[in-house]
């Protein structure tokens, strides 16, 4: 299934930003669906997912209490909200599917950045 995230951008230390992920040609809705980020140099990261059967959510410890995803099943769309931004949460972030959070694929298509400055 192949993805797009949108929504990055320039932000901040302490401020906001919704990433939304979008298929023009498959249902998010039957989809697990995860965000990673990957910074310069670093190891990709996964930071979230969204199951498909009853919509619970998972985060890494990274971003627990600051990033919420959630699903907009009417806009096909996925999100991910970034609040309290800090430096460290600069990267790349791209999204994917699987049947369920343990089989979601590596990101295949483009990623947005997010960068956090000041």
């Known amino acids: 299934v192949q993805l797009q995230a949108s929504g990055g951008g320039l932000v901040q230390p302490g401020g906001s930003l919704r990433l939304s992920c979008a298929s023009s040609?498959?249902?998010?809705?039957?989809?697990?669906i995860a965000w990673f980020r990957q910074a310069p140099g670093k190891e990709r990261e996964r930071v979230s997912c969204?199951?498909?059967?009853?919509?619970?959510?998972y985060y890494s410890d990274s971003v627990k209490g600051r990033f919420t995803t959630s699903r907009d099943s009417a806009k096909n769309t996925v999100y991910l909200q970034l609040n309290s931004l800090k430096p460290e949460d600069t990267a790349v972030y791209y999204c994917?599917?699987?049947?369920?959070?343990?089989?979601?694929?590596?990101?295949r298509g483009p990623g947005t950045l997010v960068t956090v400055s000041s």
């Open positions: 040609r498959f249902t998010l809705h039957y989809y697990a």
């Open positions: 969204l199951t498909s059967t009853d919509n619970k959510f």
């Open positions: 994917a599917s699987g049947d369920t959070c343990r089989t979601v694929v590596s990101p």
